[in-house]
């Protein structure tokens, strides 16, 4: 069973930045848009930024000019580089593969999640 494991989280003050981290461990096969998503408490979980296989990024228009995404195809591996962090960017973040693994179905793979808080 493939699992995403993220690392990176953290706590920072407001105007600081993160970097999350996020790779598969276990067999798979193909990975074609990874992502990034948040939730924050009493709140729906919300996609921050996207990334195709090509390279095509998409970000929410509250994160966009501060947050980066990236991938590095040859470590199947997703970043999240956020920076001027603010208080309402604190949120359980979770990565997202739509990947194909042992089973050969196609199919949206998480994370377990990881804490970011930004305090004022």
């Known amino acids: 069973q493939v699992q995403l494991v993220e690392s990176g989280g953290g706590l920072v003050q407001a105007g600081g930045s993160l970097r999350l981290s996020c790779a598969p461990s276990g067999r798979f096969f193909s990975i074609n848009t990874m992502g990034w998503y948040r939730q924050a408490p009493e709140k729906q979980r919300e996609q921050v930024a996207t990334?195709?296989?090509?390279?095509?990024?998409n970000y929410a228009n509250s994160v966009r000019g501060r947050f980066t995404i990236s991938r590095d195809n040859a470590k199947s591996t997703v970043y999240l580089q956020m920076n001027s962090l603010k208080p309402e960017d604190t949120a359980v973040y979770y990565c997202n593969f739509y990947m194909r693994g042992r089973d050969l179905i196609w199919k949206d793979y998480w994370g377990q999640g990881t804490q970011v808080t930004v305090s004022s």
């Open positions: 990334i195709t296989v090509g390279g095509t990024t």
